[in-house]
């Protein structure tokens, strides 16, 4: 028995019945909490989805991926937006030839300081984590959409 209910069973059984509706009331506030700060919670799906090759929002291409190596171009309209290339276990997110971001080890690093987790990435983009990484990085920096 809860301390609440014990001491309103020794004061009688309607000082007990009030209690369990007071801890009623407690537990019914706390599931109310957990919903409401769930319902503000992010989305359980990525706003964008890799299909192959493309990067699409709503069914409709956005960007293209192409491969080489273990880099990755992000192109849009035909245009490079920007390049993840390959350097020893890390990889450099460039934009024009200038190292914006670096992807290693499951983290993304802007100036050598953690800017964010791959993880962070694949909740906006469903593709693979160095992918996902590399366009979230594009969109930080405003390159992208």
């Known amino acids: 028995m809860h301390l609440v209910q014990r001491a309103a069973a020794a004061r009688g059984s ?10 009623y009331a407690r537990g019914m506030k706390k599931l109310l909490v957990a919903v409401m700060l ?18 699409e929002k709503g ?9 080489s190596g ?7 309209g035909g245009s490079t937006k920007g390049k993840a290339v390959q350097r020893n276990s890390k990889l450099d997110v460039e934009v024009g030839g200038s190292t914006k971001a670096t992807i290693e080890n499951g983290k993304i690093y802007k100036g050598g300081s953690t800017w964010a987790s ?3 990435a694949q909740r906006k983009f469903d593709c693979d984590g160095n992918v ?5 990085v594009l969109f930080q920096i405003g390159v992208l959409p």
């Open 70 to 76: 273990g880099d990755i171009t992000v192109e849009k």
């Open 14 to 23: 309607r000082y007990l019945h009030l209690a369990r509706e007071l801890l």
């Open 38 to 55: 769930a319902s503000f919670a992010a989305p359980a799906y990525a706003e964008y989805k890799c299909q192959d090759n493309r990067v």
């Open 132 to 136: 996902a990484a590399t366009l979230w």
């Open 59 to 67: 069914g409709s291409t956005q960007f293209t991926i192409r491969r």
């Open 118 to 120: 791959v993880s962070d």
